[in-house]
């Protein structure tokens, strides 16, 4: 496997479901990021973790829970979600250097749809 | 707050130019950066400014302004490959990126 997997690509869950979503990045990166991306809206930035650390909660719903046990996987808990929620959920990887950090690679998304 | 403008959607020719504009209001600014995402696909980064200039990969060339707080992608020679949105993005003082909505760039034979 080589730059950032996720899985699973598609989910259907109903509002009563637990799920996770499951990202995996490859590059040795440092820091890593959850995006939400719908329709005709820019992505919105979720969550980062540096070194393991959550740095930003962004407002985001306590539905969503994170989890980055270590460097290389992070995880997205969802329960009790929303039909809004429904969206494309993209995880991203960069390298965080001296506070030099531009490029993050993205992984291919999770296609949720909450029923 | 944090704000990006890009254009929805642009429509060009093949072998055509096209120049793709992005303004933005931010708090903290330390660089302009550009993604391509196809349809179905993860946006993927293409470039990055943080000074003032044009910088030039292949094809593709970025600008930066940043006393107009504002960039611009230019793509040549367009291939019916390149149909694919296209996001700009700037990434302040504490490692948080801000996207702008996107512009779909359409490319016909």
């Known amino acids: 496997e080589t730059g950032v997997t996720q899985t699973p690509r598609h989910l259907v869950m109903g509002m009563t479901n637990k799920k996770s979503l499951k990202c995996e990045q490859h590059?040795?990166?440092?820091?890593m990021y959850w995006y939400k991306q719908s329709a005709k809206k820019p992505l919105e930035l979720m969550f980062v973790y540096s070194l393991e650390e959550r740095v930003e909660n962004n407002s985001v719903p306590s539905r969503f829970s994170p989890e980055c046990p270590n460097s290389s996987h992070l995880f997205l808990h969802l329960h009790t979600l929303q039909p809004e929620d429904s969206a494309l959920y993209l995880c991203?990887?960069?390298?965080?250097?001296?506070?030099?950090?531009?490029?993050?690679?993205f992984g291919p998304g999770t296609r949720l749809t909450v029923t | 707050g944090q704000s990006l403008e890009q254009p929805s959607e642009v429509t060009a020719v093949e072998g055509a130019i096209v120049q793709i504009n992005c303004t933005y209001q931010t708090s903290g600014f330390y660089g302009l950066s550009w993604y391509q995402q196809h349809d179905g696909g993860a946006p993927t980064f293409l470039s990055y400014n943080a000074l003032d200039g044009l910088e030039e990969t292949g094809r593709f060339s970025s600008f930066l302004s940043r006393s107009d707080s504002y960039g611009y992608l230019l793509l040549q020679e367009l291939q019916m490959k390149d149909s694919a949105s296209y996001f700009c993005a700037v990434r302040d003082n504490f490692n948080k990126f801000y996207f702008g909505s996107g512009t779909k760039l359409n490319v016909k034979p």
């Open positions: 590059l040795g990166h440092n820091a």
């Open positions: 991203a990887s960069s390298q965080e250097a001296s506070g030099f950090n531009y490029e993050q690679y």
